[in-house]
């Protein structure tokens, strides 16, 4: 979840900020897979993520990041809320196809003294082999980031990001995203704020299990001189060569994005996104093989070749879009998805693909249109399997101004028809529900989850694609 929402949409992208708390984020079509056909799949029914309705006595749960190595095998981790909106932090992992029970997430009950807890994401090299990160407050109500990592499916206990205790000296800090390249290898990035009330990025690398000390992004205080700076995303291809991307703000209080790559687990020298101009971040970074990633944000799309950096361009198809995700199956064959304001002031939700390194022309997500009655949808991450079969979510209001959730899936670089996502009509009583996050394993099969409002409060739910 990011800390700093963009709006930068007009007033669609506002109501988006207003309703979700986070920043928005069409789908070129892509050329026939050179891999042929792949399984069809179909998504199952939701349900309440199993555990939390003993946990979450405070009536507000959420999913908010889930991972999936392989078939049938995910782990995911959020937030519930006990009595008098205590929040605490949980994991859950699916085996064979079935979730698991929920549990508070070892080790924060020590920690999270202050009562606010959450995991905000998480990352599976393997199954059972996961690292997770997030934020916690202690009882000076100041806030701190943490991991927890999941060997041979137990899942460990969770500390205070080594170093971070040095680097926070203004009392607030959390772990935004984690990419894992392979069991115990993984890397983090996220915030800090300093005595200055600054805030700043970092990262920090697990090796073999450990987590190392967290240092400040390097350069990012050169092109940081509005005193503003996030990691938003990271990337693992391998064990210590990663990338990572997200914004600061410049010297004439305009948002710039960044990106930085780390090499043999030496983090480098972030720089801005060639090609782009005040007013842009990046959302989201996804690396295929080393040196070989793409991101997207404010209004682009940028790829990586060898370990250099191209220049950002426009989403083709899109006069002004916030690309939401992006994920990358091989190197240079990526989808992305996101947001844009129509003709008529309404925001809409596209997909669009990259082939061989070529960002073809966005389109609407297939099918939104019937369901979007309300005149207002966007996108929750995108995950590919393989080049050109990927899955997404989304969300959309229906004609009683009520928020749902579909699902879409790209097969063969086809994008079909969005549909709502079975089991939450049933769940989603009280008229909202969002998915946050979505994770394909290579075989095809995806899990999603996200929240749903149901007679007693928020919810967080589960969903399998098989």
């Known amino acids: 979840m990011n800390r700093h929402s963009v709006v930068a949409l007009a007033a669609a992208a506002a109501c988006l900020v ?9 789908a070129g079509v892509r050329a026939a897979s050179s891999a042929g056909a792949v399984l069809a799949r179909t998504w199952g029914s939701a349900e309440e993520v199993p555990g939390t309705a003993a946990l979450n006595t405070g009536g507000n749960a959420a999913v908010e990041s889930v991972s999936c ?37 070892p080790g924060t009950a020590t920690l999270n003294t202050g009562r606010l807890a959450q995991v905000n994401s998480v990352s599976c090299a393997s199954a059972g082999n996961c690292s997770a990160g997030g934020f916690y407050r202690d009882s000076s109500r100041h806030g701190h980031a943490f991991v ?34 392979s069991a115990g290898n993984c890397s983090a990035g996220g915030w800090y704020k300093n005595r200055a009330d600054t805030s700043r990025a970092f990262v920090v690398s697990e090796v073999h299990g450990t987590w190392g000390k967290a240092k400040q992004v390097p350069g990012i205080t050169k092109l940081d ?15 210590g060569t990663c990338s990572a991307g997200g914004t600061y703000v410049d010297s004439s209080n305009h948002e710039q994005a960044f990106v930085v790559n780390e090499v043999n687990g030496t983090w480098g020298t972030a720089e801005q996104v060639p090609g782009t101009t005040g007013g842009a971040l990046v959302n989201s970074v996804s ?3 080393a040196g070989n990633c793409s991101a997207g944000g404010q209004a682009f799309v940028v790829s990586e070749a060898n370990g250099t950096w191209g220049t950002a361009e426009a989403v083709p198809g899109i006069s002004f879009a916030l690309v939401n995700s992006v994920s990358c199956a091989s190197a240079g064959n990526c989808s992305a998805d996101g947001d844009y304001v129509d003709s008529s002031n309404h925001q809409q939700a596209f997909v669009v693909s990259e082939v061989n390194g070529t960002w073809g022309t966005a389109t609407q997500v297939p099918g939104i249109t019937k369901l979007d009655t309300g005149g207002f949808a966007g996108m929750a991450p995108v995950s590919c399997a393989s080049a050109g079969n990927c899955s997404a979510g989304g969300w959309y209001r229906d004609n009683s101004g009520h928020l749902q959730v579909f699902v879409v899936s790209e097969v063969n670089g086809i994008w079909g ?13 009280g008229g909202f529900v969002k998915i946050d996050s979505v994770s394909c394993a290579p075989a095809g099969t995806c899990s999603a989850g996200g929240t749903y409002v149901d007679s007693t409060g928020q919810q967080a739910f589960v969903v399998n694609k098989a």
């Not at 207003?18 to 069409?26: C, I, K, Q, T, Y």
């Not at 995911?76 to 006990?82: D, E, L, N, R």
């Not at 060997?151 to 460990?156: C, D, F, H, V, Y």
């Open 18 to 26: 207003l309703l979700f708390g986070v920043s928005p984020a069409s």
């Open 69 to 105: 190595p392989s078939t049938g095998t995910c782990s995911a981790g959020g937030w519930y809320t006990v009595g008098a909106g205590h929040q605490q932090a949980f994991v859950v992992s699916e085996k064979n196809g079935t979730w698991g029970t929920a549990r508070k997430v």
């Open 148 to 181: 927890v990592t999941q060997a041979n499916g137990i899942w460990g206990t969770a500390e205070e990001v080594p170093g971070t205790a040095a680097l926070n000296t203004g009392g607030a800090a959390q772990v935004t995203s984690v990419s894992c390249a």
């Open 225 to 239: 001189a509005g005193g503003f700076a996030e990691v938003n995303s990271v990337s693992c291809a391998a064990a």
């Open 287 to 289: 690396c295929a093989s």
């Open 417 to 429: 028809t969005a549909e709502e996502v079975p089991g939450t009509a049933a769940l989603n009583t």
